[in-house]
């Protein structure tokens, strides 16, 4: 009962990564849209990691800024735009993870 809501967002985010149209980074972002109010304390102390880790995938390019300095698009979009399908697929298989190893709690 303690995870009931970070096993429903991600439940939400798997389902779209799955039957998603269009690209797997396209998929990603529509599954994201379900899961970015998570947080670390959201999640058992051995998924932890695994959230960091998703969170950190999807942002590793940061937001885009112009030269003036001025953020054009968040790291999340701006990432998925950046990425190759490879690399979503590797971040939608974490999610599938953790979406598992959560069903456990």
């Known amino acids: ?26 998929r990603l972002k529509s599954a994201y849209e379900h899961i970015y109010v998570l947080n670390e304390k959201n ?18 390019f940061g937001p885009w800024n112009n030269s003036e300095g001025k953020q054009i698009e968040g ?9 190759k399908n490879s690399t979503g697929s590797k971040i939608a ?5 953790l979406y598992e190893e959560l069903k456990e709690y």
Do not use: Q
């Open 93 to 97: 298989n974490l999610i599938w993870e």
């Open 1 to 26: 009962m303690k995870y009931n809501y970070a096993k429903r967002l991600i439940d939400e985010a798997t389902h779209e990564l799955c039957t998603g149209p269009n690209d797997v980074r396209s």
């Open 43 to 60: 999640f058992p102390d051995d998924l932890k990691d695994k959230w960091t880790n998703i969170h950190s995938e999807l942002s590793k």
């Open 75 to 83: 790291a999340i979009p701006h990432t998925l735009r950046r990425i």
